[in-house]
């Protein structure tokens, strides 16, 4: 069983930046690879970013690509995401995520991830 716990989150405006981190538990938090995704009001959770279970390898959605930045500490049990030049369509709950299928390719479809972190709140004001 793996615990996710996000922080980070808060209000700033338009043009900055926030640094979202996702504290995990877990001996096997190194194997996995992990994603974060976004829900705003009324609309359905949608991708952000990925990270493979080495950080070799990320994925971005296209409307990130270019302001975030994912990462990840595997000594530290964290995975990062840097957002800069945020936008007001950036405001959303966002959340970490970990696939524990190991070997499986990065994906960006929700039900592929298995555990859950309980989201933390970005607000970006005009």
């Known amino acids: 069983q793996v615990q996710l716990v996000e922080s980070g989150g808060g209000v700033v405006q338009a043009g900055g930046s926030l640094r979202l981190s996702c504290a995990a538990s877990?001996?096997?938090?190194?194997?996995?690879?992990l994603g974060w995704f976004r829900q705003a009001p009324g609309k359905e959770r949608e991708f952000v970013a990925a990270?493979?279970?080495?950080?070799?390898?990320?994925y971005y959605a296209d409307s990130v690509k270019g302001r975030f930045t994912i990462s990840r500490d595997n000594a530290k049990n964290t995975v990062y995401l840097q957002m800069n030049s945020l936008k007001v369509e950036d405001t959303a709950v966002y959340y970490c995520?970990?696939?524990?299928?190991?070997?499986?390719?990065?994906?960006?479809?929700?039900?592929?991830?298995?555990?859950w972190g309980q989201g933390t709140q970005v607000t970006v004001s005009s």
């Open positions: 995520a970990a696939d524990r299928d190991i070997g499986r390719r990065m994906s960006v479809l929700s039900y592929a991830y298995d555990y």
């Open positions: 877990g001996r096997t938090f190194s194997n996995y690879n």
């Open positions: 990270i493979s279970w080495s950080g070799g390898n990320t």
